[in-house]
């Protein structure tokens, strides 16, 4: 025989709600509606759901378990001793690295077998490899990028200094031509005086 478990979050806003899931993280019930906006919320997304009803069943095994030395039931785990344990037994885990809810631990080890942790293992090399493959692809993509940048900019440079030195033989040729015909004026002017010295 087991009490209703009522949904955690409804019942702190006072709403009387049958708790349909359990939030093995927050370790609350939940009702279909805050099961939907619990698996749909970023900060809870990813916590462990699963159905009251498991729960129930996991909870009511792990309560008949009770801890030899101390007479109460296992409500705790800890990972680095492998071990149930109760409240009064956490004294002596406090140099293990964390001590987490029994619940909790049985749903996750339930689900973390040798099989999920290689298959977890090779896709994580899996989308490693292909990851590089494509930062390799996209860093080359990037040196021809970066290539195609640095032709177009020495063209770009090449137009410029060509477009002056056009100019400056535009300049030079045309600066040339006037003061060459301002010498012959003055020479041929020079000529003339002499000449009509001469005649004199
Ligand atoms: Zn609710
Ligand atoms: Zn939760
Ligand atoms: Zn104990
Ligand atoms: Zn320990």
Same mark, same amino acid.
């Given at each position: 025989m087991t009490s209703t478990i009522l949904c955690g979050i409804c019942h702190y806003e006072d709403t009387i709600k049958d708790a349909r899931q359990w939030c093995t993280n927050c370790e609350e019930g939940l009702c279909e509606d805050c099961e939907k906006i619990h698996r749909s919320t970023k900060n809870t997304r990813t916590h462990k759901i699963i159905s009251i009803i498991d729960y129930q069943q996991k909870k009511d095994v792990l309560v $008949?378990? &009770?801890?030899?030395?101390?007479?109460? $039931?296992?409500?705790?785990?800890?990972?680095?001793?492998?071990? %149930?344990?109760?409240? %009064?037994? &956490?004294?002596?885990?406090k140099s293990c690295s964390e001590v987490i809810q029994l619940i909790e631990a049985v &749903?996750?080890?339930?689900?973390?077998? %040798?099989?999920?942790?290689?298959?977890?293992?090779?896709?994580?090399?899996?989308?490693? *490899?292909?990851?590089?493959?494509?930062?390799?692809? *996209? *860093?080359?993509?990037?040196?021809?990028?970066?290539?195609?940048?640095?032709?177009?900019?020495?063209?770009?440079?090449?137009?410029?200094?060509?477009?002056?030195?056009?100019?400056?033989?535009?300049?030079?040729?045309s600066d040339f031509s006037t003061k060459s015909g301002f010498c012959k004026t003055a020479y041929a002017n020079t000529i003339k005086q002499l000449i009509s010295t001469d005649d004199k």
């Open positions: $008949s378990q &009770v801890c030899e030395q101390h007479g109460k $039931s296992y409500d705790l785990y800890c990972p680095t001793h492998d071990n %149930a344990i109760c409240i %009064a037994c &956490v004294d002596q885990h &749903v996750n080890i339930k689900e973390s077998t %040798a099989f999920t942790d290689l298959e977890d293992t090779i896709n994580g090399a899996l989308q490693n *490899s292909k990851k590089n493959i494509i930062d390799i692809k *996209s *860093s080359s993509e990037a040196f021809d990028k970066q290539e195609e940048n640095i032709k177009i900019y020495i063209q770009g440079m090449r137009e410029i200094l060509n477009k002056h030195l056009d100019d400056m033989e535009q300049n030079l040729i």
